[in-house]
């Protein structure tokens, strides 16, 4: 039987030197009556910490916590992803309260730690450079990690979270601070699980002289509560009369403490008021409003969904220390200096050319040496003049491109229009890629990364650190086409130059190949040519198939992990209409998991019925005139929506009210583009979709990849943009041939033969 446990919850807040008895970021809470099933079994525990000149009153932040906890257990699903969502609810708060701030020079980043109980075991997301140290009488537990957990929360759409799971145990403590004060070393927690705990306070408080927050967490065995001791700190750190608690401690931990028994306090309750609108809460901002700050980050963000002006501060000490050069502004100079050059060059040739001939009888060569020597000699000359004539004309295009970059700049920073905004600091980007092909020095590599920070900014898109997930590839006769990924994580990979799928299996250590795996073209009383195009399987199949694959002429085949299992193949002979080539499949991602096949030579979509095992359906459009399929690429749909992608990278969207309906199409569906600079309609401006998938939970996106530029951009099912994912420069070089998501927000992109992963939310 599962030990459950309580927690007891002892908050350390020291401000100016004196310890107070409250710390207003903490925040205890339980399940409501009406939560989901999952919700219902589990405690909240939060802290949140805002650092700047932006704080919110104690009755603002408990109202804030108080929200978050209604969105955690108003989320369904995973511990995790209801964890996020509160993550994410809170990061939108703080980013949008900084930007309305902005110009009065305030900023608060929101450190938040949240914890959920569940029977014996404890679950921890932070976002922030928090720490968090697990001790037991064995040992200690430093679960800081800056890297995962980012920098905090209001500062960018994008943010970081860190979950870590642990099991409780007795004589186990928990110690958590955004801060850690210097005196706070793994020697100082290394015996408090064998201390009495008015002498572990003391031991904590020793020393310390800046300012604290912190959070001690104590699990003793009991029905799953969380209690907030509120201990008098007025007495002082050696008067305290803290409650007996379940520990056991050492003999020589409870001589060295003189600790005063006292009943055990009830729960604190916390108000439960609801959040109030974010423009009240501001009216709580400090006197520190009225700071200078720079001209550039007073006026209006050129993104008013949140994108802020830091280009100037963050070029500005570049600039300075860039020194006045002059700029060579006409090009053709150089190229009449070389003209002439070669003409000089050529006329000196002829006349060295006739005097060097025989007859002259200067030397007595041969004709041939002679000739020779009369065509090397100004070629030579040519040759290094060039060279001397390109290197300087090389220098004044770059000093050229490179004050023309200067000039964009300081029009940026005065300039009020969002759009002019955008459009100034894309043409700047060109300007200094035009410099960089000319020459590379460490001035115009800072300054180009501060230009590609801010278009980052301004275009939402994340970069991406890709892995390789194999040390070589896979050989110079294998091209990736098509990558799914199966309920167990495993990756089926389809290689478009023998038609054939490749299994890698999950296990603890990374991805194996599997190599006797067999899936592909077949010769027999039904032959299977080579796969154009692959699906994962339901884990509900009812002959426990994982992959279906089928050739251009519709023959299908079943393929099992079980390598035992013979490869199965079928046909549906059911049509009584003609069928062309198939160009793409899709698997519906939701049930029931019917498979839609694509065949634009005919302007059809065939249907295939997971009821009839694949082997049975219908025609999509049935009597309604089909959209224009010429120059269809792939086809997606979550059952009741189905996207068609063009080669141009538009989209039909075709939507069934009902399952006996005929589907009502749009072409194209217009994407709507709310950033800055950008314009809503039949394409993406910069973009070139040629692959797409849509991905189900948690929250329905459907994800769209430039393979050119290795860019996979996320949009809502109506195609509003939300967030595009690129590279890090340098880490991918070629396009890309494939890619997957999975259900945990992990990429696997495919460049030819190699195979590159990384998360997309950290």
Aim: with cysteine.
């Amino acid at each position: 039987m599962t030990t459950r446990f309580n927690l007891n919850i002892l908050p350390i807040s020291q401000q100016a030197g004196k310890i107070r008895s409250m710390l207003p970021g903490l925040y205890v809470a339980s399940p409501p009556r009406r939560s989901p099933r999952r919700r219902s079994q589990e405690k909240l525990l939060l802290h949140l910490m805002l650092k700047g000149n932006a704080p919110l009153s104690d009755t603002a932040l408990q109202q804030l916590l108080t929200k978050l906890a209604e969105v955690y257990f108003q989320t369904d699903g995973s511990t995790t992803s209801a964890l996020r969502n509160v993550t994410d609810v809170l990061n939108k708060y703080l980013l949008d309260r900084n930007y309305r701030a902005a110009s009065r020079g305030l900023k608060g980043v929101g450190i938040l730690t949240q914890i959920v109980l569940r029977e014996d075991r404890i679950l921890y997301a932070q976002c922030g450079p928090s720490f968090i140290y697990v001790i037991t009488p064995e040992q200690v537990d430093d679960l800081h990690d800056p890297d995962l957990s980012g920098s905090g929360l209001g500062v960018g759409k994008t943010f970081k979270v860190r979950y870590r799971q642990e099991n409780l145990h007795r004589n186990q403590l928990v110690v958590i601070t955004p801060d850690l004060p210097e005196t706070w070393t793994p020697s100082v927690f290394k015996n408090l699980p064998r201390m009495k705990l008015n002498a572990l306070v003391q031991r904590l408080l020793h020393k310390v002289e800046e300012n604290l927050e912190a959070i001690l967490i104590i699990p003793v065995e009991g029905n799953g509560d969380v209690k907030i001791l509120q201990p008098n700190w007025e007495l002082g750190v050696t008067a305290l009369d803290l409650p007996e608690l379940d520990f056991e401690p050492e003999p020589e931990a409870a001589e060295d403490s003189k600790i005063v028994q006292k009943e055990k306090e009830p729960v604190i309750q916390i108000p439960g008021d609801r959040i109030s609108e974010s423009r009240q809460t501001d009216s709580s901002m400090q006197e520190a409003a009225q700071q200078d700050i720079p001209e550039i980050l007073r006026r209006e963000s050129p993104d008013k969904s949140g994108v802020s002006h830091r280009l100037a501060s963050e070029i500005t000490p570049v600039l300075k220390d860039i020194s006045e050069s002059k700029a060579w502004s006409i090009i053709s100079t150089a190229g009449s200096s070389i003209g002439r050059i070669l003409q000089e060059g050529w006329r000196r040739a002829l006349t060295l050319l006739g005097r060097m001939l025989p007859d002259e009888q200067l030397l007595d060569l041969p004709s041939w040496t002679l000739s020779l020597i009369a065509i090397l000699v100004p070629l030579i000359m040519v040759v290094f003049g060039s060279v001397f004539y390109i290197n300087r004309g090389r220098n004044h295009l770059y000093q050229t491109h490179f004050t023309e970059v200067q000039s964009l700049l300081a029009l940026a920073e005065i300039q009020d229009d969002p759009v002019d905004y955008y459009q100034t600091i894309v043409t700047a980007m060109d300007e200094i890629e035009s410099a960089r092909s000319y020459q590379q020095t460490d001035e115009i590599e800072d300054l180009y990364q501060a230009i590609r920070l801010e278009l980052d900014t301004l275009d939402h898109i994340t970069r991406l650190v890709y892995k390789p997930l194999f040390s070589r590839g896979f050989g110079v006769d294998v091209t990736i086409s098509k990558i799914v990924v199966t309920a167990w994580n495993d990756l089926y990979m389809l290689n478009a130059d023998q038609g054939t799928v490749i299994w890698a299996q999950s296990n603890p250590d990374g991805y194996q190949i599997v190599n006797e795996f067999s899936c592909g073209p077949i010769d027999g009383h039904i032959t299977v040519g080579p796969l154009v195009d692959i699906v994962s399987l339901p884990t509900s199949q009812e002959d426990q198939a994982t992959i279906l694959g089928i050739d251009q002429n519709h023959t299908m085949i079943f393929c099992y992990a079980d390598l035992s299992e013979t490869p199965v193949i079928f046909e549906d002979t059911s049509y009584t209409l003609g069928r062309g080539p198939v160009q793409a499949i899709s698997m519906a991602s939701s049930a029931p998991y019917n498979l839609y096949i694509l065949d634009p030579e005919k302007r059809a979509i065939w249907i295939e019925y997971q009821s009839q095992n694949y082997h049975e359906g219908q025609e999509y459009f049935g009597a309604v005139d089909s959209p224009e399929m010429g120059d269809a690429l792939e086809v997606v749909t979550n059952g009741s929506e189905l996207y068609i992608l063009h080669a141009d990278g538009y989209v039909t969207k075709c939507v069934t009210e009902r399952p006996d309906s005929d589907p009502l199409c749009t072409t194209p569906f217009e994407y709507s583009d709310p950033r800055q600079g950008h314009e809503s309609g039949p394409f993406i401006t910069g973009a070139n979709f040629d692959s797409f998938t849509i991905k189900s939970s948690p929250g329905m996106a459907v994800y769209m990849l430039d393979s050119e530029e290795q860019a996979l951009y996320r949009f809502s099912t109506q195609l509003e943009f939300q967030e595009q994912f690129r590279p890090v420069e340098g880490i991918i070089d070629k396009p890309a041939t494939a890619f997957a998501i999975t259900m945990s927000d992990r990429v696997f992109l495919a460049v030819d033969d190699l195979i590159y992963t990384a998360q997309l939310v950290p």
